[in-house]
């Protein structure tokens, strides 16, 4: 699975927007680009996934670059609840479907 | 929909006894679980790979007869730490796939080890 790369940290102030980067220079054309988060002690939760289109569900917006080697996760209006560590995940379907996490960006929400 | 338990969520045990925790999909029959490891501020180490009925893969230098994995029905998967000693101590989490679309894994709540 191709490697993916995080700033450590970002910090965002509440109510607005948090956009969270990740390189995936070496993805392959048939690796989905996955986020997930994870708040402290508890188990990662599935935020979004896409494979070139730009996603939007009702947590967040997915945006994928057109040579697909990075992808930004937008969380729109950001709360307080959503401090926590975004993981950034590339993974082909084919593959026993194993998530090989990378070290995430731990997201502060500021008051 | 897509829910995952763990069993029990936290746990105390003494230096060499054995430790099951039980992971559970709620909702949904996950032929394939998951089990990783995360020690304090570090990211999730993915250990083992379970799919029912057969036996799990285990990544590199994961030691399969410590952590024991059955997965016995496609809606509980187990994993028991056998002689448990303090550096097993971690949070333990598990994960399911539903076999569908584009195979998103669905997370437990994980467990606390402690070993004393």
């Known amino acids: 699975d191709a490697k993916t790369t995080q700033p450590p940290s970002m910090d965002c102030a509440e109510g607005r927007a948090a956009n969270l980067p990740c390189n995936h220079s070496?993805?392959?054309?048939?690796?989905?680009v996955y986020w997930y988060r994870q708040i402290h002690s508890q188990g990662p939760q599935y935020i979004i996934h896409?494979?070139?289109n730009n996603e939007t569900n009702e947590m967040a917006s997915l945006i994928i670059t057109e040579d697909r080697k990075s992808s930004t996760l937008i969380l729109p209006h950001a709360t307080l609840r959503d401090t926590a560590v975004y993981y950034c995940?590339?993974?082909?379907?084919?593959?026993?479907?194993?998530?090989?996490f990378g070290t995430g960006t731990s997201l502060t929400v500021i008051p | 929909g897509a829910v995952v338990s763990q069993h029990p969520s936290w746990v105390i045990c003494k230096s060499g006894t054995s430790v099951k925790i039980e992971c559970r999909s709620l909702d949904f029959q996950a032929t394939t679980m998951f089990w990783y490891r995360q020690f304090p501020k570090q990211s999730l180490m993915l250990m083992a790979t379970?799919?029912?009925?057969?036996?799990?893969?285990?990544e590199q230098g994961v030691e399969k007869d410590k952590f024991l994995i059955n997965h016995a029905s496609l809606t509980l998967s187990t994993l028991t730490v056998t002689s448990a000693h303090p550096e097993d101590s971690s949070f333990y989490i598990c994960?399911?796939?539903?076999?569908?679309?584009?195979?998103?894994?669905?997370f437990g709540p994980g467990t606390r080890l402690t070993v004393t």
């Open positions: 379970s799919n029912e009925g057969s036996k799990a893969t285990y």
């Open positions: 070496t993805i392959s054309g048939n690796e989905y």
């Open positions: 994960s399911a796939t539903i076999v569908s679309g584009s195979y998103e894994q669905y």
């Open positions: 896409g494979l070139k």
């Open positions: 995940i590339v993974r082909a379907l084919n593959t026993g479907n194993q998530f090989y």
